[in-house]
């Protein structure tokens, strides 16, 4: 991409601000991010496709409560694969990644070679219907799961203070 491209997009102070503003409230309206950012609505909106077409806003989602909709088991799962050559780690990808009930796969260094967060309606589910599907996933040697019991801190809001910067 070219430098000058690159340049344009970095966000400046207005569009940090747009970009913590829809962070906490999606859904608000571009007269509402207005005022909370000081710009116009079509200002507002500009933005707002500059920084969708930039990469920066990949997609808006509405975040649902896991308990409210009967997903009150939470896991988060270390699997191991027998072996470490790029057919089992691809073989493992393509598979996980239908599993709806696994909100997120890592490909991590350490013990384990992925993490898996999982919501489940019940431990019995958990177990039968999640843990029992991953064993069946050709080249895993081992899982190892911690049940989650209370959340103290969930966020999908990133932090910006380094965009600030520079």
Known sequence: MNKSLIEDSLPDKFDIALLAALQQNASATHQQLGEAVHLSP?????????LQASGIIQRTVVLLDPARIGLGVRAISYVTLARHGEDEGALFEREIAAFP?????????GESDYILQIVAASLSDLSESVLRRLTRIKG????????VL?????????????????
């Open 42 to 50: 079509s200002q507002v909106s500009r933005r707002i496709a500059r």
């Open 101 to 109: 009930e696994v909100l997120e796969c890592f490909a991590v260094t």
């Open 140 to 147: 895993v040697h081992s899982i190892r799961s911690n049940i």
């Open 150 to 166: 209370q959340s103290i801190k969930s966020s999908t809001e990133l932090p910006l203070g380094q965009l600030g910067r520079g």
